[in-house]
């Protein structure tokens, strides 16, 4: 079983530019989350996809992130314009209904510069 | 204002002791409880979950819930070198709802030879 993938791995970007980072789930795996740990930081949910469909986005910080998950699938979550504090690193979970542990994909590492 | 709290460390042992990581949560009614593992510059990954008082072991780790005293502890046997890693503890919310676990900021464990 392919496990949660997450595109890129590294990004750095200028202050004001936009960034789209991708998450290919678990094949079968409905929920699909995204976090983001902040240097020394907690890991802080964002949101919570239910397949196609937002469950809980009560974690976004602010109308610059915008998140979605085609058909069900593979997620994306933008970033536009990026901030300075938007730096960190953004994993992405996934996990079957019903069960409450996740897998959680190897991060992007996005660096505003 | 749910919370999550670990020691930072870094927990420092010798190889083949005992590593005790211990986590106290503030929300009573939580349910449901993670250990995850991260190595630097990895993705957290699932060790250990319980759900009711006590103790749960699983080859050289134990995880240990106390509810009323709102904590939850892992302790490793036989320590090892390559168990130096972070150790995130999670505390998902009561179920009925989304599995979102709320993380702690993870302990930093350090085995030395």
């Known amino acids: ?25 678990i094949s079968g795996h409905d929920n699909l989350y995204w976090y983001r740990r902040v240097m020394g930081k907690e890991i802080k949910f964002l949101l919570h996809f239910v397949k196609e469909s937002k469950q809980d986005e009560s974690g976004m910080p602010n109308n610059r992130f915008l998140a979605e998950r085609t058909g069900g699938t593979y997620s994306t979550l933008k970033v536009q314009p990026a901030e300075l504090e938007d730096s960190g690193v953004y994993f992405c979970a996934s996990s079957r209904t019903g069960t409450a542990g996740y897998t959680f994909g190897s991060g992007t590492r996005l660096t505003v510069v | 204002q749910k919370e999550v709290e670990q020691n930072s460390g870094p927990l420092s ?3 083949g002791a005992i590593a005790s990581l211990n986590c106290t949560y503030s929300d009573r009614v939580s349910q449901s409880f993670f250990w995850y593992r991260q190595y630097s510059g990895k993705s957290p990954e699932l060790i250990m979950s319980i759900y009711s008082n006590g103790d ?58």
């Open chain 1, 1 to 25: 079983e392919a496990g949660v993938t997450q595109f890129p791995s590294h990004s750095v970007i200028e202050k004001g530019q936009t960034v789209t980072l991708r998450c290919d789930p």
């Open chain 2, 13 to 15: 042992v010798p190889e």
């Open chain 2, 56 to 113: 749960k072991e699983d080859g050289r780790f134990t995880a240990q819930l106390n509810k009323a005293s709102q904590y939850v502890s892992l302790l490793i046997r036989d320590s090892q070198p390559s168990d130096s890693a972070t150790y995130l503890c999670a505390v998902n919310p009561p179920s009925g709802g989304s599995y979102i676990p709320t993380f702690g900021r993870g302990t930093s464990l350090i085995v030395h030879p």
